[in-house]
């Protein structure tokens, strides 16, 4: 079981029965399986839960057939989120900071990076992502949003910056508004081709503030971010997340 004291956000989702289309004739599915699922978000505080999403990325990545480095802990330059339902961890992912002018991208793209903070731009570098099959696409977005907040409002960075597979390359242009900033090039650390992508965080807070929490209405955006948080909830969610690193910086 992964509980804490205070989660970050906590959502509701319909589960996955709901979403998807019944054959003509099938029963109707029974009460317990309708039940939303009430999902929490956390900051993965401990030696504990950071393992436990360690697990989980293992896991994922294994089931990809991608490699990935068990020994990367939590430290000042990093902070990792995960979310779960009914004490079950079902999404992790973390963010780089940089903090002394590096990242884990630098390994592979440092040439297209430094370009960037000559400028004066501060990056951050989404890694580690895994949602279990069969999430809702809300746990997904809500790992993003959160990790959105703390970057860029907690702490002034300014850009995204991932790694991606060139087969997802599409996905997080269409799905999150990235754009191709280095090309194709082989990674190390996953054992697998790698595309670096960059989003400026000025650019998701507006497609946040055109699209969060629209995911039930009619709108025609295809994207994720109807599924993020309303705008309204962001307040709230920025004020826990703040107490939470305060407590975590005063440890």
Request: hydrophobic share 40%; aromatic share 10%.
């Amino acid at each position: 079981m992964l509980v804490d004291e205070m989660p970050i956000a906590t959502f509701e989702s319909p589960p996955p029965a709901l979403t998807a289309p019944r054959p003509p004739g099938a029963r109707p599915q029974p009460a317990e399986s309708l039940r939303s699922q009430v999902f929490n978000v956390r900051l993965a505080s401990s030696a504990g839960r950071q393992d436990a999403a360690g697990v989980l990325l293992r896991r994922m990545y294994a089931w990809r057939g991608y490699a990935v480095d068990p020994a990367a802990r939590q430290d000042g330059g990093r902070v990792t989120f995960y979310a779960e339902t009914d004490g079950e961890l079902v999404g992790t992912m973390s963010l780089a900071l940089d903090l002394d002018g590096r990242l884990p991208a630098d390994e592979n793209f440092g040439d297209r990076l430094a370009p960037l903070r000559l400028a004066g731009r501060r990056l951050c570098e989404p890694s580690r992502l895994a949602i279990d099959k069969g999430m809702s696409k809300r746990v997904f977005a809500a790992l993003i949003h959160i990790s959105y907040l703390y970057a860029h409002r907690l702490r002034g960075f300014s850009d995204y910056v991932i790694e991606v597979n060139p087969r997802h390359v599409a996905f997080y242009q269409r799905m999150l508004g990235f754009a191709d900033f280095g090309g194709e090039r082989d990674c190390s650390r996953v054992g697998a081709p790698a595309v670096l992508l960059r989003l400026p965080l000025d650019v998701m807070g507006e497609r946040i503030r055109r699209w969060g929490g629209s995911f039930e209405g009619e709108g025609g955006e295809r994207s994720f971010y109807p599924y993020f948080f309303p705008l309204h909830e962001e307040a709230g969610i920025t004020a826990r997340l703040a107490a939470l690193c305060q407590g975590e910086d005063a440890a």
